[in-house]
């Protein structure tokens, strides 16, 4: 493929990103229309979309940020931002809320127990799915969340269980182990992709590293959904909440500063 040019015109530029979405993607070009949408339409998810950030950033030159690209809803507004000198980011309503939503689930469901009942909590569920499904970058990759939540519903609000509800954080570990294990099958992994959008030209040593991190992150969703689950099952909803609404927060930001010293560590070591 070739560079954008400074110099190109709109038109040239739409034939470009649909060249580009075509040799990324194998996707039929008769299907990229300037109304399709990209996450609904062409099922490019989020990770799809930080690999065409990194695209756009080796042929233009612009440092586009993958948070920014992700308002991009349809290929014309793809061709209009890639255009613009200036991206400006927009919150997404839907992906604010459900993060919220998730982040305070555990201690929701611990404050609720004997207050109200299961199938009245799994109403949480339903709208954790719903807001989901409402999110249009949501692609194949993620749509899993949406489904554990339904799957985990269903039982509660039949059965008026507890115990469904309490499994969602573990849904949620196994879905991510799944995601950056996949990433390891199939190069880049999920890390070097998120390390290309900064540098775009990853030295071999840094490949390596980001590989690495990945199986770090495989190895800490695979010990935090084992304790998810044995919480859940085992122990008290206090302790269940203890563990997925706070302990298991800090054992995650305790591995992004870990991380974040080692890799420091790594690049003084190579530029040496």
């Avoid at 979405?21 to 109304?35: C, G, R, S, V, W």
């Avoid at 080692?262 to 530029?271: A, G, P, S, T």
Wanted: proline share 5%; glycine share 4%; hydrophobic share 50%.
């Amino acid at each position: 493929m070739t560079t954008l040019a400074p110099s190109m015109t709109k038109d040239q530029i739409s034939i470009w990103i649909v060249d580009m979405l075509h040799e990324m993607f194998e996707l039929d070009k008769a299907k990229i229309t300037p109304q399709s949408n990209l996450y609904s339409d062409l099922d490019i998810d989020s990770i799809d979309a930080v690999d065409i950030v990194v695209k756009l950033n080796q042929m233009t030159g612009k440092r586009i940020q993958p948070d920014v690209f992700r308002t991009v809803r349809t290929w014309r507004s793809c061709c209009r931002r890639t255009m613009s000198t200036r991206l400006m980011k927009r919150p997404d309503l839907a992906q604010v809320l459900t993060t919220l939503v998730v982040l305070v689930y555990p201690l929701l469901v611990w404050y609720a127990h004997g207050k109200i009942e299961p199938r009245q909590l799994a109403l949480v569920l339903l709208g954790v799915a719903a807001l989901r499904l409402l999110s249009f970058r949501m692609g194949q990759r993620y749509r899993w969340m949406s489904l554990a939540a339904l799957l985990l519903a269903a039982p509660a609000l039949f059965w008026n269980a507890l115990l469904p509800l309490k499994l969602y954080p573990v849904a949620i570990s196994i879905g991510m182990l799944a995601l950056f294990g996949a990433s390891l099958l199939r190069p880049p992994s999920i890390i070097e992709r998120f390390a290309r959008i900064q540098d775009p030209d990853l030295p071999a040593f840094a490949v390596a590293y980001t590989r690495r991190v990945t199986q770090v992150w495989c190895l800490f969703f695979a010990f935090n959904g084992g304790i998810a689950f044995a919480t859940a099952v085992w122990a008290s909803e206090a302790v269940w909440s203890l563990y997925t609404g706070l302990i298991s927060y800090v054992f995650m930001g305790a591995l992004f500063a870990g991380e974040y010293l080692v890799r420091l560590y790594v690049r003084r070591q190579h530029h040496a």
